[in-house]
């Protein structure tokens, strides 16, 4: 069965933490994405894109602890259904309340709070069904919090501690969200990272600290760290973020883009790794570029998805991260020319043709790659009548 409504996606910048200044950032409020979300969303739907990636920012909903005013997420909501569009909703996206982190004692309360609250005023709302990204991207959030000092608690050499109490605050947020809504569907967004060595590597070193990147889903799965009480059943629909860092040398720094020497690990080959890992529906949950190289980037990541899918890959779409251009988390002067609209000095959307066309180009050749996924799945599948005792297979429905 179909999870998305589009396989392509747009995700809007929603990040509200404290950066290294000490400023609380709220990048929806300085792109003005929410109180434009309407045209936001016309704007996608007549590229034919009709799934988003949104944040409630946590911070700005909860205006004293454990009281909650949902009604600017109402907005988007109400907009959303005015558009066909389909979103799926972080509940943290690297910005917490003031006052708390997630070593904090009351970091889980407060988050459980927050689930609770967010699924009981989601199902008054609205009928479309609940998708939810507890907390995005744990791994980063970790390490940006933990060890580089990149916001609250300003820490360094504690980015597993950090990880821990995430992954706990989100194994019991999960269950909260089910508690409201049995239904509703469970991301978890990680980012999907390629660690390369050279002639005087440590091979078991670059292999575990490339198996790094998937501790918070198996710490959410039950795979590490029983005693938090996680479970495969928290593993349902999975996101990997990926951008043109996302690969590098160790201890020498991300690998360029484009290359002339060939030595990334190709991007299908990585989400097959995830796959096979997790046996899970999955996508690309962020990508895209900056500069004159977006385009270009949306053409490889649309061949790399289609190479991904005819390996048998249950890839269920990308989302092109941003939509609109945005400014640097510690510069919010300094914009980084990225998404598929830029931004004038008025905050007026400007299309990025080049992303347009290919964006367009790409969902063509995505969708002629689906096609002929199905029409292989459908010759080599026995039919039902044939085998009446042989259970249902849809995976490839969802592609």
Known sequence: MKIFNSFFMGGFECADHINRSGTRVNLLRVTEHDIRALEDYRD?????????????????????????????????????????????????????????????????????????????????????????????????????????????????NCGFDIKYHLCKAAILGIRRLREVDPGCRIILVEPLISIHGNEESDWNHINTINDHQFQAMDIIAGRMCPELGGSENNLDILGFNYYWNSQWEDGAGPLPWPETIPRRTRVSAMLRDAYRRYGRPLFLSETGHFGEGRAAWIAEIALESCAAIEAGVPLEGVCIYPVTDRPDW??????????????????????????????????????????????????????????????????????
């Not at 479309?128 to 791994?139: R, T, Y």
């Not at 905050?347 to 066309?357: A, C, F, K, M, V």
């Not at 050749?365 to 005792?389: D, G, K």
């Open 44 to 156: 996608l739907a007549k590229l034919g894109i009709y799934t988003v990636r949104e944040g409630i920012c946590w911070s700005a909903v909860e205006k004293a602890p454990y009281v909650f005013d949902f009604s600017e997420v109402e907005n988007r909501i109400r907009a959303a259904e005015r558009t066909g569009i389909q979103v799926l909703w972080d509940l943290c996206h690297f910005g917490y309340p003031d006052g708390i982190y997630p070593t904090h004692p009351h970091f889980c309360d407060r988050f459980e709070a927050l689930c609770t609250a967010f699924a009981k005023f989601y199902k008054n709302v609205s009928k479309q069904p609940l998708l939810v990204v507890p907390i995005n991207e744990i791994s980063f959030l970790s390490w940006h919090s933990g060890d580089v000092r990149g916001t609250v608690p300003f820490a360094v």
């Open 330 to 399: 510690d510069d919010l002067w300094s914009y980084s020319d990225c998404g598929i609209f830029d931004l004038d000095e008025h905050n007026d959307r400007l299309p990025h043709y080049e992303s347009i066309n290919a964006i367009r180009a790409a969902q063509m050749v995505i969708s002629q790659s689906i096609s002929e996924a199905l029409a292989r799945f459908t010759t080599v599948m026995p039919s039902p009548e044939a085998h009446p005792s042989a259970p249902p297979v849809n995976n490839i429905g969802s592609l």
